[in-house]
């Protein structure tokens, strides 16, 4: 089981890039990096997913090193409507594992 | 496009009484399905997955159970609420291509049990 633990909350204001990075120093070979944005009284919405390297759509880049163990999310020139709880997880390949949402990260978007 | 629904939005349960919340996506076929719960404050708790009809992997031991009767439908279901059993709840549709595949969220179900 790949636990993950990233940062409880982050403060930033509009404009900036925020960065938030997970670690998940058991992962499997197979394992998808994976998040989630969350915002109040709503299920969370999916951002962005990664195996390795660098990824990039439209609202994130996702950045995962040689060794997988860790992974960070990057907002560029977060706006207000941005503050909510971010969710690293990892995917695991297999049956039989569990996919756990941790606590997440509540960002904060200052104006 | 594909879209998820739950119903109700919102609930207000008695200790004891029944529970039942109904999950249906559309636009989809054969898709794995999620039941969550969410405290307060808290990250999301997997409580139930299905990759079939009638077939229920359950994650945590409680006095919920989860069916699904069509491909389709899911089901959340409790015999006598407790307290503890008060939460956000969510269920999710994932494609069929690996076994938690990315999870696209309905809307929710907010329970209360007094």
């Known amino acids: 089981l790949a636990k993950t633990t990233q940062p409880i909350s982050m403060d930033s204001y509009e404009g900036q890039e925020v960065n938030i990075t997970c670690s998940h120093n058991?992962?499997?070979?197979?394992?998808?990096i994976t998040w989630y944005q969350q915002f109040p009284s709503q299920g969370p919405r999916f951002i962005i997913q990664?195996?390795?390297t660098k990824v990039t759509n439209e609202v994130a880049s996702l950045f995962i090193p040689a060794d997988r163990k860790s992974s960070t999310l990057s907002l560029p020139r977060v706006s207000l409507s941005d503050t909510a709880v971010y969710y690293c997880?990892?995917?695991?390949?297999?049956?039989?594992?569990?996919?756990?949402f941790g606590g997440g990260t509540r960002v904060l978007v200052k104006p | 496009s594909q879209t998820i629904h739950q119903w109700p939005a919102t609930l207000v349960q008695p200790v004891g009484s029944p529970l039942s919340l109904e999950c249906t996506v559309e636009?989809?076929?054969?898709?794995?399905l999620y039941w969550y719960r969410q405290a307060a404050g808290r990250g999301l708790q997997l409580l139930f997955y299905s990759v079939g009809i009638g077939q229920i992997s359950s994650e945590v031991p409680q006095n919920l159970s989860a069916s699904r009767p069509q491909d389709r439908q899911f089901i959340l279901s409790s015999k006598k609420l407790l307290l503890s059993d008060s939460g956000f709840y969510l269920c999710?549709?994932?494609?069929?291509?690996?076994?938690?595949?990315?999870?696209?969220f309905g809307p929710g179900t907010r329970l209360t049990v007094l």
């Open positions: 997880l990892v995917e695991p390949s297999a049956a039989g594992n569990k996919l756990t």
């Open positions: 990664g195996y390795k």
């Open positions: 636009g989809t076929s054969n898709p794995n």
């Open positions: 058991n992962i499997a070979t197979n394992d998808y």
């Open positions: 999710a549709w994932a494609y069929r291509d690996r076994v938690f595949g990315t999870q696209y």
